[in-house]
């Protein structure tokens, strides 16, 4: 069994701050990719950022300067800090991992979501 949990989302001022968490925990191998993504209110979920195990970090043009992506491995953990948000940052985030299992199986999994929302 592999979890994927996220937290840190909230209520915040355009100009703020928030970080996100997502904690990858059980039977796991090995993270081949982590990412956060977004949706809001009516739209398509979209890419916020992914940094794969290894690989360039990429971010969303409307997020570069802005949002900082980072990885703990020893902990199976993926951070976003978010700063000078706006209010269309307001979307539900969730994380997203591709896990090898202990048990060889390549599993893509996805959070439960955390909501931001940036008031004007």
């Known amino acids: 069994q592999v979890r994927v949990v996220e937290s840190g989302g909230g209520l915040v001022q355009a100009g703020g701050s928030l970080r996100l968490s997502c904690a990858a925990s059980g039977s796991i191998r090995s993270i081949n990719v982590m990412g956060w993504y977004r949706q809001a209110t009516g739209e398509q979920r979209e890419l916020v950022a992914v940094k794969p195990s290894g690989g360039s970090t990429n971010y969303a043009d409307s997020v570069k300067g802005r949002f900082t992506i980072s990885r703990d491995y020893a902990k199976n953990t993926l951070y976003l800090q978010m700063n000078s948000l706006k209010p269309e940052d307001t979307a539900v985030y969730y994380c997203?991992?591709?896990?090898?299992?202990?048990?060889?199986?390549?599993?893509?999994?996805w959070g439960q979501g955390t909501l931001v929302t940036v008031s004007s």
């Open positions: 997203n991992t591709g896990v090898r299992t202990s048990a060889g199986r390549y599993l893509e999994l």
